[in-house]
C-alpha cells in the first residue's frame, strides 16, 4: 500500500436487509461510512486558531483567571508552525494579538496579551465573532506567508449577547453570509445564564461543536477535547452525492449537515465538513424501492465523495454503489447490525431534542418518559441480539438518555444544568464528535485501555487518540 493510498479516506456501504423481494415495493434504509486514517503528530498540518473571549463584568475572577490559565495550557501544545490570535469583547471589540507563529517569541507575546486582559462591561458577542472571522480570513498573514492548512474560531462567553447584533436569527444570517468554507467554528458556554441555542446553531453552522461548561474548571478539558480535533485534521471539504438508481427514490437523509437536493427525490449533495484522524462518520438514507422484473441484485444508489486530503494536501474522491439482492422468494431476513447502531443513535439525538422541546413548555414529565421510554426498548433490543450494552455505543447512548433524564428532574436543574446538558447530547450524536466537558480520569484511562485491547477508536464517546492524548495533558496540569 503506498503512503497516499493509506491517507484516504476509506468508504463502504451497507443496506438494512441483504434481501429484498422482487416484487416488493417498500422503504429501505442504507448507510454510507466513512473513517478517517491515523495520523501521528509528527503528520498533522499546522493550525491557524483565533480565540474570541469574553471579558465582560461577568468573567471577573475565577472564570477569567482559568481561562487565562487555558490560554498558556493551549500554547504549550502548540508548535513553532502554529499561528494564535486573541480577540476579547465586552461593549467593545479588541484584536489583542493578531495572528501569530507559536515561536518562543510568539508564545511569550500571546501570555503578555492575556495577562493584560481585565474584565469590562456588557456583551458584544456579536463584533467579538465576526472580527474573530474577520482575522482568520483575512488572505495573507502578519508574517507574509499564507494561511495554515486548518483554519478555526473558538467563541468563549459565560451570558448573553446584549449589544451588537442581539437577534439570533439576525445573527446567524450574517455569519453564514461571512463564513468561508475553510473555517470551522466552535462555541463554549459557560455556567448557566448563556443562550445554548445560538451557541449550538453557530458551531453547526461551522461545523465544529457546542461545549457545555458548567463548572469554569473544566474549560481546559473542553479546550483539550477541541484542540486534539483541530491538530488531527486529515480531511476538508468532504462533499458526498448520492444518486438513486432508477427505479428508486430518495426519501430522506439522516443527517444535520446541509443537504442540497440537485434533481429532486434522486440526487442530493450532503457537505460534511471535515474529519479528525480516526472519526468516523455515517450518511443513513431512507429509500424508496419500486418492483423488479429479471433482476438478481439491483443498485440502489451511487455515493460520490470528494475531498481535500490534508495529509497529502491533494484532492480526493471516489465512487461507490450500493446493491441488494432481489429474489423472488426472500430467503435471508438478517438485519444490519451496524446500520441498526447507527438509527439508534439517530434515534437518541432525536429523542433528546424532542424531549427538550417539551422540557422548554414545561412538560418536564413527558420529557423524561419519551427518553425512559427509549432506553428501555434499546434494552430490549440489546437483549435480543445479544448485544453487550455494557460497552461502546450501546453503552455511551444508554448513559446519555439517562443523564438527559437526570438532566430534567426538576425545573431548577433543568435551568441551571438541564438544557445546555442536554443541547450538548443531542449534538454529538448528531454529528458523531466528541463535545463532553464533563469527563473523568478514569473514562480516558478505560478509554486508552479499550483501544490497547481492540484496535478500535472510541465507539460512541466519538474521541480520538489525539484528542485523549491532549485531554490527559490538561487533566495533570489540574
Given at each position: 500500500m503506498s503512503l497516499h493510498s493509506s491517507k484516504l479516506l476509506q468508504v463502504w456501504t451497507a443496506t438494512e436487509h441483504r434481501q429484498i423481494a422482487a416484487k416488493s415495493s417498500t422503504t429501505t434504509y442504507v448507510n454510507y461510512h466513512i473513517e478517517a486514517p491515523a495520523c501521528s503528530e509528527v503528520e498533522r498540518r499546522p493550525i491557524d486558531l483565533v480565540v474570541v473571549l469574553d471579558k465582560s463584568g461577568s468573567m471577573a475572577g475565577q472564570k477569567l483567571e482559568l481561562c487565562k490559565q487555558t490560554m498558556q495550557f493551549l500554547s504549550r501544545e502548540l508548535s513553532s508552525s502554529d499561528r494564535v490570535a486573541l480577540v476579547s469583547y465586552d461593549s467593545h471589540v479588541t484584536l489583542n494579538l493578531p495572528l501569530t507563529k507559536m515561536d518562543q517569541g510568539g508564545k511569550a507575546l500571546l501570555s503578555q496579551r492575556v495577562e493584560a486582559i481585565h474584565a469590562g462591561s456588557c456583551t458584544n458577542l456579536s463584533g467579538g465573532l465576526i472580527a474573530g472571522l474577520d482575522e482568520v480570513q483575512e488572505a495573507t498573514r502578519l508574517d507574509g506567508e499564507a494561511p495554515n492548512p486548518v483554519q478555526s474560531v473558538l467563541l468563549l462567553t459565560d451570558g448573553l449577547a446584549n449589544e451588537g447584533i442581539v437577534n439570533k436569527t439576525a445573527l446567524i444570517r450574517y455569519v453564514e453570509k461571512m463564513l468561508s468554507k475553510n473555517v470551522s467554528l466552535f462555541t463554549f458556554g459557560y455556567g448557566s445564564d448563556h443562550d445554548a441555542d445560538i451557541l449550538r446553531q453557530l458551531s453547526d453552522l461551522g461545523q465544529g461543536a457546542y461545549y457545555f461548561v458548567q463548572n469554569i474548571d473544566g474549560v481546559s478539558i473542553a479546550f483539550a477535547d477541541c484542540l486534539g480535533g483541530l491538530l488531527s485534521?486529515?480531511?476538508?471539504?468532504?462533499?458526498?452525492d448520492i444518486i438513486a438508481a432508477p427505479g428508486v427514490s430518495i426519501a430522506a437523509v439522516k443527517t444535520k449537515r446541509r443537504v442540497d437536493t440537485i434533481v429532486a427525490g434522486t440526487h442530493v449533495s450532503v457537505d460534511l465538513g471535515d474529519l479528525y484522524s480516526e472519526e468516523a462518520r455515517d450518511l443513513v438514507v431512507q429509500l424508496e424501492v419500486g418492483p423488479v422484473m429479471h433482476c438478481d441484485v439491483e443498485t440502489l444508489a451511487e455515493f460520490r465523495i470528494r475531498y481535500t486530503n490534508v495529509l497529502t494536501l491533494t484532492k480526493d474522491s471516489s465512487v461507490t454503489t450500493c446493491t441488494v439482492d432481489r429474489p423472488v422468494v426472500v430467503t435471508d431476513t438478517t438485519v444490519d447490525s451496524g446500520l441498526?447502531?447507527?438509527?439508534?443513535?439517530?434515534?437518541t439525538a432525536e429523542a433528546i431534542e424532542a424531549a427538550q422541546c417539551e422540557a422548554n413548555q414545561g412538560n418536564l414529565s413527558g420529557g423524561t418518559a419519551r427518553l425512559r421510554a427509549l432506553a428501555d426498548k434499546f434494552r430490549r433490543n440489546f437483549a435480543d441480539r445479544g448485544v453487550d450494552a455494557s460497552v461502546g455505543q450501546e453503552r455511551a447512548l444508554l448513559d446519555d438518555l439517562n443523564d438527559c433524564c437526570v438532566a430534567m428532574a426538576n425545573t431548577h436543574i433543568y435551568r441551571e444544568r438541564g438544557q445546555y446538558r442536554m443541547a450538548s447530547r443531542a449534538q454529538t450524536h448528531y454529528t458523531q464528535r466528541s463535545n463532553d466537558s464533563e469527563i473523568s480520569w478514569e473514562v480516558i484511562r478505560e478509554e486508552d485501555s479499550t483501544r490497547t485491547r481492540t484496535g478500535q477508536t472510541s465507539i460512541g464517546t466519538y474521541r480520538n487518540d489525539a484528542k485523549?492524548?491532549?485531554?490527559?495533558?490538561?487533566?495533570?496540569?489540574?
Open positions: 485534521v486529515v480531511a476538508q471539504n468532504i462533499k458526498v441498526i447502531q447507527q438509527l439508534q443513535r439517530i434515534e485523549r492524548k491532549i485531554i490527559s495533558r490538561a487533566f495533570d496540569t489540574k
